[in-house]
């Protein structure tokens, strides 16, 4: 399975808040959301616009919870067929099946 490498408090600065990632260091002040003019989204600044569409809004919502637990697209999407198949809430059964895999 595939796992994202690249440097992890650059999710915190497009996500807009701390996915806390780093563990003790995105406490810190070395974490980049707590250094002065770092903790805007990451790129050039042509790019740094408002919310956006609606779709875009939901879409960020969706990368957040997948890079808050270290999954890609196709490893989440299994977890919603495996949690739609059970009773009760989707989303949120989903949530716990991406909880125990990120807690090994
Ligand atoms: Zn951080």
Excluded at 40 to 59: D, I, L, N, W
Excluded at 87 to 97: E, I, Q, V
Aim: with cysteine.
């Amino acid at each position: 399975m595939g796992r994202y490498i690249g440097p992890k408090c650059r999710l915190c600065r497009r996500e807009g808040i701390k996915l806390m990632l780093k563990g003790a260091r995105c406490e810190s002040a070395k974490c980049a959301m707590e250094k002065q003019g770092r903790n805007a989204p990451p790129g050039p600044k042509s790019f740094r616009r408002g919310r956006g569409t609606e779709y875009s809004v939901r879409q960020r919502e969706k990368q957040k919870v997948k890079r808050y637990y270290g999954v890609f697209e196709k490893q989440f999407m299994n977890y919603f067929h495996a949690a739609e198949r059970l009773k009760g809430h989707t989303g949120a059964l989903a949530r716990t099946r991406a909880r125990q895999w990120a807690s090994g």
